[in-house]
Structure formats: C-alpha cells, structure tokens
C-alpha cells in the first residue's frame, strides 16, 4: 500500500513539475539588426518622425501608362473564379482605377490619422497612432496594437478605428490605437537581411510599444497578425495584458486534436463541436485536406521562391491586382468561387480594394511582403514558439467563412487562458475590414471580461 501511494505521489509529482514547467514557458529572443550592412557605433537612434503619405503627377502617369499597356488574357469559358482572378472582372476592376478612382482623395482619407516613423533594430517602422479625442468621465483609455496580415495593410482597420476610439455608448471602451506595418510591409522598411520572421516583428512591435510609453496594452491580430501578436504575448506575458485573434492555426494538441477530427462527427459533445464545427470540419479530407491544397498554391511560392513572381507583380499593376485581390474574394468566401464577379463588392468597396492594393504598388512592397512567407514557413512548420501555450487572457472570434475553421477545443490548446470564444455572424478573413461592427472588440465581450480581471 505504501509503494503504490508513493509511486503516486512521484508520478504526480512528475506530472505537476511538467505542467508547470510547461505553464512558466516564455518565449527567448536575441535583438537584431536588420539594417544595410553592421550595426553603427553609438546610441541607437529612438526618435519619433511624423510620416505623412503623398503622391505626384510622376506617379500617376507611370501607374497608368503600365495600366493602358498591359496585355488582356481570356478566361475561359464558364470559369467565374475557379482558375484565379476572372479577366472580365479584372477588365472592369481595372477601368475603374484607371478613369475614376481617385488616389489623391485617398491619400487625403490616410491621412487623416496621425502616421509616424522611428527607426528599431535598423529599419524605419511605419505606424498609425490614434488616440481618442474625448474620453468620458471615469473612464480608463486601453491601448490596443493592431496588426494586419498579408495581403493586406494598416488600411484594413480604418473602418474599425472610430469604434475603438470615437465609441457612441459611454459606458463603451475607449481605445487608443496603434497599428504598424509590418517590416516589409507598407511604408515599413523591408529588412536587410534573412531571417525576419514573426518573433522578429513581434519583438519589433514590443520595443515600439515601450518607446511610445506603454507598459502594458491589449492586442488584436488576424492571419500573420495572429502569429505575431501571439509572439508578443509569449515574449511579454506581463505586458501583453490581453490577446484577441480573429484566426489562429493548429500548432498543439496534436492527440486531442486527432481524436477530436476522429470521433468529434459522430460524438461531437465530448469535444464540444457545435454544429458549424460539423459542418465546417467534415467531410475532413474536403473540407481541410483539400481545400487546403486548393487554396495554398501562393503559399507554396511565397515561402520557397517569393523573389521570382514577386519581380513580375512588382512591375505589372494589373498583375499586382489580379493577384491580391483574387484572395479578397477568396479568401472571403470560398463560394465567391463560383462567381464570374467573385463577389468583390459584395463586401468591400473597389475604393478601399484598391487603397490597398495602392499602398503596396506606391511602396513597392509586393516581393519583401511574400518573403515573410519564406522566413515563417520555408525553414520549418514546427520553430519553437509554436510549442509554447500563451497564458495571457485570450478572446477569439470565429468567423464563419474563415479560410481555416478552429472550434473552442482547438484554440484552447494554445491558448490556455481562452475568456472569450464568440461565433461571428457573418464575415470570413478580412474581418476588420469586412465586418467592423461585428469585429469591433467591446462588442465581443471579451475586453470588458479582461478589464474585470485587470
């Protein structure tokens, strides 16, 4: 009797010193520099530059001089979006920003927000820092970082900004929000060197956040938005005060994940799966497998040579189109598909569509943008943060046309402190930007559930 209570207490003990050692896992990063050439001499250089967006005559003339000379191909018959980008809608995408869209009124809309620069680990950082202009009475202003993912921009919050920082209810939360591009992306500096990866931009955006005077803050991230934002919490637990991710992808749990996928269609309640889970995940090879293979053909380029269909899109504007806003419609719906318009405008308007896509042809940004894709991916699908949890109090917003469908028992493998897990109404990868009143935190619950814990 006495053995079996001993070896007891020493396997429990085992396993409590596992989970444990487990729980106090905190991600490790070294500083780089990613700037031309050695780091310099002297004391890093940590002033705040106003940015302001312009464009020129010059500018335009070469945007539309490439437009007129580009050379149309015919889709073919009954083919709506399943080949790619249909050439009829590109044709009639591409009228528009040649004869109507206005890029001046636009850089004027951009510019409405406050943009700056300062120079970490060698490279100028471009951000947007908006703080409320009217904050109620007793009420408490929560700093919120923003990051976008590929391919979009900074741009995509601009919809969502006004409800974090204008908020009509009085008793809502007040946001002072900043949203950078990422290193490559925008009017970011692309890095100098290999290597750049998610812990790198993440460690990045802590060093912005602490220059700005911030000790602790919220974060919000979306496709590599997630991954760097999750970074940011494994890397600061304690200044990450809270996480909220409107996608996120299996990197744990791999036995309950493969029981769940087994058993979950026919005995979804010890799983938890609800009925979208059902209908999202099975039939599994579908649904995931091949659905997936359909719709990864970019990221297969992008993280292995990025630099050699990035050069053509660099220099064909159409091309640039055709191929970011392809995953717009896509990636929004997976039956746009079946479109021959691929339901473009069904949620966005061509003007903000391409505001996008014109902050990645004026910044010249398309080929350091598809190499995050070979720094993530290209070396590896297992680099070690992804086998590290995040405690940090989590929400997550399930979007019902995401690309990668993740029920609560998925999330909740990495994310171990998950408050708030919401099923979205409508809206797939572009959240913030397709659906910002149903994206807007405060709706959610979940930074009213961390402000009670805080």
Known sequence: MFTEVLVAIVIGGVIYFLVQKRRSQVLKTKDGWWGVGAPPDGEEDISVRPFKISTSDEELEDLYRR?????????????????????????????????????????????QYPHFKTNIEGIDVHYMHIKPQRVPQGSAVIPLIMVHGWPGSFYEFFGIIPLLTEPSDPGDCVFEVVCPSIPGYGFSEAPHKKGFDTV??????????????????????????????????????????????????????????????????????????????IQRLYPFMDKLVVESIKESGYMHIQATKPDTAGRGLNDSPVGLAAY?????STATNFDFRNLEDGGLTRKFSLDDLLTNIMIYWTSGCIVSSMRFYKENVGHGLAPPHT????????????????VMHMPKLWVQQKYHNLVSYTLMARGGHFAAMEEPQLDTPPSLTLYSSLIEIL
């Open 200 to 277: 790198c931009a993440a460690r990045i955006f802590i060093k912005l956040m602490k220059r700005l005077g911030f000790q602790h803050f919220y974060a919000q991230g979306g496709d590599w938005g997630w991954q760097v934002t999750t970074n940011m919490a494994q890397l600061e637990p304690k200044m990450v005060t809270g996480l909220h991710l409107n996608f996120a992808s299996v990197t744990m749990g791999g036995l309950i994940v493969t029981l769940s996928i087994m058993f979950g269609r026919h005995f979804p309640k010890p799983f938890g799966f609800t009925d979208l889970d």
């Open 387 to 402: 086998k590290i949890p995040v405690v940090v109090p989590t929400g997550f917003a399930c979007f019902p046309n995401e």
């Open 67 to 111: 437009i007129d000379q580009t050379r149309p191909v015919a889709s073919l018959e009954d083919s709506q979006f399943h080949y790619g980008f249909n050439s009829q809608c590109l044709q009639k995408v591409v009228s528009y920003w040649r004869n109507d869209f206005d890029w001046r009124k636009q850089v004027d809309k951009l510019n």
């Open 324 to 328: 970011i806003l392809e995953k717009f």
